[in-house]
């Protein structure tokens, strides 16, 4: 490429550093002629983050810790149950330990602990309605509609049913928060955040307390069935035995003078069955309890590491938040004098370029 061809850069486009302090000075000085709007600005927005800050509704956040520790694998258990002709299902890997995170924030689980009594002044409340009764404008609103309080034992009809829908999905997608410590430990921490401190911790209690046993039930139903199988058959087998031993003695005491052989084939053929229950009954009952042994050894262990501590109350800074309104307030007053500036400065070259008359 000839240096002909080149693009030549006219000097009179560069900006050099003495006409860009020169441009700095100017801006600052336009901006120090607005100094004292700047300033009512800023003390505006510091005074309306104060007053958000101290006029607002207390908040509450509970939170509960806890660590969730698998059970071993169920081959074992599943090869004996196989023997015995039962199957232990796929050892409830259908809710794996990642799925509880979900669970805990279903409709079913989240309803569930809302519709239990809590203890409060000594009285039995709904959690339902301790929450109703904390939200007035939600307060009045049910008991214009004849819905509060909720009796648990008239729960629950199509209206009420629909109420309690919007309370679960408010509570479970707005205020509640289910996650890992880290992915590869296995803490969970359940938090909630709302207005009502009693609300607020009891329902993290209940429902960590009813999600677990729903999982851990969930994840054992198919060895506990089996091993309640087991034990049906050990007594089916038990009782036969008894029967047979029964009717040994007895064929016993009939033959106890007879000298034929073949008139006592008949207490041999119950002798024999006797050996055969009792070999049986014998293996069923060590079958049972090692049974019992590897499904207490592969159930899932919960245990609480941190529970909610009161006071629950979050006290946010009155102090921070008017500092960060005041430096908001002042800032988009700058960007607004700027941006108006800027706006005027173009006009003006936009003017002096248009050609004269």
Same mark, same amino acid.
């Given at each position: 490429m000839n240096e002909a061809n080149q693009p030549q850069i006219d000097p009179s486009d560069e900006i050099s550093l003495a006409e860009l302090w020169i441009k700095v000075q100017s801006v600052v000085a336009y901006l120090w002629r607005f100094k004292f709007l700047i300033a009512a600005v800023g003390l505006a927005f510091a005074v309306g983050g104060y007053f958000k800050v101290k006029l607002a509704k207390p908040s509450y956040t509970a939170s509960l810790t806890f660590a969730l520790e698998q059970g071993g694998g169920g081959g074992g258990l599943s090869g004996l149950a196989s023997q015995f002709g039962f199957s232990m299902g796929g050892g409830g890997e259908g809710l794996?330990?990642?799925n509880l995170l979900s669970l805990m924030k279903s409709r079913r689980i989240v309803q569930d602990v809302l519709?239990?009594?809590i203890s409060v002044d000594g009285d039995s409340v709904l959690l339902l309605n301790q929450y109703v009764a904390s939200d007035k404008k939600l307060k009045a609103k049910w008991d214009s509609l004849g819905l509060y309080p909720v009796d648990p034992l008239k729960c629950c009809s199509p209206s009420q049913d629909s109420a309690i829908g919007v309370v679960v999905k408010a509570v479970s997608e707005n205020s509640l928060a289910v996650s890992k410590v880290d992915k590869k430990l296995s803490f969970v921490t359940v938090s909630y955040t709302g207005t009502d401190p009693v609300f607020t911790g009891a329902f993290v209690e209940l429902l960590t307390a009813k999600s677990t046993d729903f999982y851990v039930q969930t994840k054992m139903a198919n060895a506990?069935? %089996?091993?309640?199988?087991?034990?049906q058959r050990v007594d089916s087998v038990s009782a036969e035995l008894q029967a047979a031993m029964v009717g040994y003695s007895a064929a016993q005491d009939q033959n106890s003078f007879t000298v034929q052989t073949t008139a006592k084939?008949?207490?041999m053929q119950k002798q024999m069955k006797v050996?055969?229950?009792?070999?049986?009954?014998?293996?069923?009952?060590k079958n049972l309890e090692l049974s019992k042994t590897m499904s207490a050894r592969e159930e899932p262990l919960i245990t609480i590491i941190d529970r909610p501590h009161y006071p629950l109350r979050v006290r946010e800074s009155k102090l921070k938040s008017a500092?960060?309104?005041?430096v908001l307030g002042v800032f988009l007053t700058l960007l607004f004098l700027g941006g108006r500036a800027f706006l005027s400065d173009l %006009?003006?070259?936009?003017a002096a370029l248009k050609p004269k008359a």
């Amino acid at each position: 490429m000839n240096e002909a061809n080149q693009p030549q850069i006219d000097p009179s486009d560069e900006i050099s550093l003495a006409e860009l302090w020169i441009k700095v000075q100017s801006v600052v000085a336009y901006l120090w002629r607005f100094k004292f709007l700047i300033a009512a600005v800023g003390l505006a927005f510091a005074v309306g983050g104060y007053f958000k800050v101290k006029l607002a509704k207390p908040s509450y956040t509970a939170s509960l810790t806890f660590a969730l520790e698998q059970g071993g694998g169920g081959g074992g258990l599943s090869g004996l149950a196989s023997q015995f002709g039962f199957s232990m299902g796929g050892g409830g890997e259908g809710l794996g330990g990642d799925n509880l995170l979900s669970l805990m924030k279903s409709r079913r689980i989240v309803q569930d602990v809302l519709l239990s009594p809590i203890s409060v002044d000594g009285d039995s409340v709904l959690l339902l309605n301790q929450y109703v009764a904390s939200d007035k404008k939600l307060k009045a609103k049910w008991d214009s509609l004849g819905l509060y309080p909720v009796d648990p034992l008239k729960c629950c009809s199509p209206s009420q049913d629909s109420a309690i829908g919007v309370v679960v999905k408010a509570v479970s997608e707005n205020s509640l928060a289910v996650s890992k410590v880290d992915k590869k430990l296995s803490f969970v921490t359940v938090s909630y955040t709302g207005t009502d401190p009693v609300f607020t911790g009891a329902f993290v209690e209940l429902l960590t307390a009813k999600s677990t046993d729903f999982y851990v039930q969930t994840k054992m139903a198919n060895a506990h069935a %089996n091993i309640s199988k087991l034990e049906q058959r050990v007594d089916s087998v038990s009782a036969e035995l008894q029967a047979a031993m029964v009717g040994y003695s007895a064929a016993q005491d009939q033959n106890s003078f007879t000298v034929q052989t073949t008139a006592k084939v008949p207490t041999m053929q119950k002798q024999m069955k006797v050996t055969m229950l009792t070999t049986l009954y014998g293996e069923l009952v060590k079958n049972l309890e090692l049974s019992k042994t590897m499904s207490a050894r592969e159930e899932p262990l919960i245990t609480i590491i941190d529970r909610p501590h009161y006071p629950l109350r979050v006290r946010e800074s009155k102090l921070k938040s008017a500092a960060i309104g005041g430096v908001l307030g002042v800032f988009l007053t700058l960007l607004f004098l700027g941006g108006r500036a800027f706006l005027s400065d173009l %006009n003006k070259q936009a003017a002096a370029l248009k050609p004269k008359a």
